[in-house]
C-alpha cells in the first residue's frame, strides 16, 4: 500500500499538485528552466529566492521588479532598498533571512523604452506556486512574513484583506506563525500615507524580531 505523502511544513492557502524536491541550489537550477506560464518568454531570468537554507524567517513578497529581474536575486531595487532600512531600524539582519517572491519573473507593460511593472494574473501565480512551496519546504521557516496583498492571499486566502488584517498573527501550523505587513513597493506608491505605512512595516518587522525570542 502507498504511503500518503507527508503534509507539508507550511501549507499555502490553496494546494499545490506536485512540489518540485532538491536542495536550493537543485530547485534554484530547476525554476531556471520553468516554462509552467508565459511569463518566462519576455524575462531575462528566473528570480529564485536567495538566503540561508536553514534561516527561521522568511520573507515573501509578490513578484520581482525591474532591478531584480536584470541581477536575477530579490529585492535589490528601490523597494528592496526600503526593506533594507526597515530591516537595520528592526534589528533584524538580512543575512540571516530567507526573501523570496510568490511569482519568480518579471512581469511588465513596454511603454517606449520603459518597461512598466503589471501585477501577475491569477493563472500565472498558480503556476509559480510550487516554487514557493517547495522553498518553503527545504527551508522550514518559524516565522513567514509576506510583503503585500499578493503574498498574503497565496498564504492565508482570497479573503485576506491587508488593509483590515495588517500586523496580526496567524497559526500556519503546528511549526510556524505567519503575519502580513505592507510590501515596500506599496509604501513608495503611497503618496501622503508613505511615513504611516513605513513606520507600520517597521513595527510589524519589530514584532518579528520579538516573535521569535
Not at 123 to 147: D, G, N, S, Y
Not at 186 to 195: P, S, T, V
Request: hydrophobic letters at 40%; a positive charge.
Amino acid at each position: 500500500m502507498p504511503r500518503k505523502p507527508p503534509e507539508p511544513f507550511v501549507p499555502l492557502a490553496k494546494p499545490v499538485a506536485e512540489v518540485p524536491e532538491g536542495s536550493l541550489a537543485v530547485l534554484k537550477r530547476k525554476a531556471r528552466d520553468c516554462h509552467a506560464c508565459p511569463l518566462w518568454k519576455p524575462a531575462t531570468q528566473t528570480v529564485f529566492g536567495d538566503g540561508p537554507a536553514d534561516a527561521e524567517i522568511m520573507l515573501i513578497g509578490e513578484q520581482p521588479g525591474l532591478h531584480e529581474d536584470i541581477e536575477g536575486e530579490p529585492f535589490v531595487g528601490p523597494a528592496g532598498r526600503m526593506l533594507d532600512r526597515a530591516l537595520a531600524e528592526a534589528g533584524l539582519d538580512r543575512g540571516t533571512l530567507f526573501l523570496t517572491n510568490t511569482v519568480k519573473h518579471f512581469k511588465y507593460e513596454q511603454r517606449g523604452t520603459a518597461k512598466l511593472h503589471k501585477r501577475a494574473n491569477a493563472a500565472e501565480q498558480a503556476a509559480c506556486r510550487m516554487w514557493l512551496a517547495a522553498e518553503l519546504a527545504r527551508v522550514h521557516p518559524k516565522i513567514v512574513i509576506a510583503l503585500g496583498a499578493m503574498a498574503a492571499q497565496t498564504l492565508f486566502g482570497n479573503a485576506f484583506r491587508l488593509s483590515r488584517e495588517r500586523g496580526e498573527w496567524r497559526v500556519l501550523s503546528e511549526h510556524a506563525a505567519g503575519m502580513a505587513t505592507w510590501h515596500p513597493s506599496a509604501i513608495l506608491r503611497g503618496r501622503d500615507r508613505k511615513d504611516a505605512m513605513y513606520r507600520q512595516l517597521v513595527e510589524d518587522l519589530r514584532a518579528v524580531k520579538n516573535h521569535r525570542r
